[in-house]
């Protein structure tokens, strides 16, 4: 069974930077769609980054397209989103997810959960 180990977040000032990182084990994370997701307090849980593991295809949610960039390391099997810009609004949980097909990432289809990792942005 895969697991997915999280890493990185925490606490920055406006307009700095994080990178999350998301290590597989017992898995390969290149044979299915990956993406991240973001989850407010008393909000469900939706996708801000995805990509395909059919052609690479990326997909962004349009308040973090420019800021933030999905990258995969295939050969570590670790998935990344790097952070950029950074806002108060961007004070969530984050959580990596694979999913169950090769095409795309969403909640309905997500099957193996990395345990989350808050990121707070000060202003």
């Known amino acids: 069974q895969l697991q997915l180990v999280q890493s990185g977040g925490g606490l920055v000032q406006l307009g700095e930077s994080l990178r999350l990182s998301c290590a597989a084990s017992g898995g390969n994370l290149g044979n299915y769609a990956v993406g991240w997701f973001r989850q407010g307090p008393g909000k469900e849980r939706e996708v801000i980054a995805g990509?395909?593991?059919?052609?690479?295809?990326?997909y962004y949610e349009d308040s973090v397209k420019g800021r933030f960039t999905l990258s995969r390391d295939n050969a570590k099997n670790v998935v990344y989103l790097q952070m950029n810009d950074l806002k108060p609004e961007d004070t969530v949980s984050y959580y990596c997810a694979e999913a169950l097909n090769a095409w795309v990432i969403t909640p309905r289809v997500a099957r193996y959960w990395g345990q989350g990792t808050e990121v707070t942005v000060s202003s």
């Open positions: 990509i395909s593991s059919i052609d690479d295809k990326l």
